[in-house]
T-cell receptor, first 112, second 114 residues
Framework: TQLLEQSPQFLSIQEGENLTVYCNSS?????LQWYRQEPGEGPVLLVTVVTGGEVKKLKRLTFQFGDARKDSSLHITAAQPGDTGLYLC????????????FGGGTRVLVKP | KAGVTQTPRYLIKTRGQQVTLSCSPISGHRSVSWYQQTPGQGLQFLFE???????NKGNFPGRFSGRQFSNSRSEMNVSTLELGDSALYLC?????????????FGSGTRLTVV
């Protein structure tokens, strides 16, 4: 069992549809980060959420940090083929010296 | 500014050999972390260095080691390679320790052990 559980593991949608990816834990995190990774490349940081209940928007992407700081979600509006990739959530795990721990990822495919 | 540079991009080694991977962080970043990424296990933390000191270590055998130089460049070494060491090895840098506000990753080194 992963410390950060992401769901769904895989999502395939048509261009223009909306999607939501979830990141859940039984542990409290001081912050959570979201990354997108394309094949053959390293993850690219999209956003960091720090405050419980915080909502951040990045163009068509909306990120939310749960009030209890145990979960987060990423919502994409009107998805485009360029949104295709592996979405990863990550957070510093305090019980392990704050090493950055990653969820298993959600693979998103947006078909034109 | 230049991103995180990892060399080489691809590597094929034979079981039992050893390998050294290199990472040059973003200028001014003193924290460098290494991760192993495999399809089955995802991204697993290897270690983090900050100002030449190892700050944290993941659950990997002693065959995996690393170091950081005074210019913040980092290397990781894997000795006595096993087939299961085949993976994408990612280096990430951040301005502060533990990357609380996010890391910048390199493109990785794809290691194949045959």
């Amino acid at each position: 069992t992963q410390l950060l559980e992401q769901s769904p593991q895989f999502l395939s949608i048509q261009e223009g549809e909306n999607l939501t990816v979830y990141c859940n834990s039984s542990s409290v995190f001081s912050s959570l980060q979201w990354y997108r990774q394309e094949p053959g490349e390293g993850p690219v940081l999209l956003v960091t959420v720090v405050t419980g209940g915080e909502v951040k928007k990045l163009k068509r992407l909306t990120f939310q940090f749960g009030d209890a700081r145990k979960d987060s979600s990423l919502h994409i509006t009107a998805a485009q083929p360029g949104d295709t990739g592996l979405y990863l959530c990550a957070g510093p795990y305090q019980a392990a010296g704050n090493k950055l721990t990653f969820g298993g990822g959600t693979r998103v495919l947006v078909k034109p | 500014k230049a991103g995180v540079t990892q060399t080489p991009r691809y590597l094929i080694k034979t079981r039992g050999q050893q390998v050294t991977l290199s990472c040059s962080p973003i200028s001014g970043h003193r924290s460098v972390s290494w991760y192993q990424q495999t399809p089955g296990q995802g991204l697993q933390f290897l270690f983090e260095y900050f100002s030449e000191t190892q700050r944290n270590k993941g659950n990997f055998p002693g065959r995996f080691s690393g170091r950081q130089f005074s210019n913040s460049r980092s290397e990781m070494n894997v000795s006595t390679l096993e087939l299961g060491d085949s993976a994408l090895y990612l280096c990430a840098s951040s301005l502060k320790a533990r990357g609380t506000y996010g890391y910048t990753f390199g493109s990785g080194t794809r290691l194949t052990v045959v």
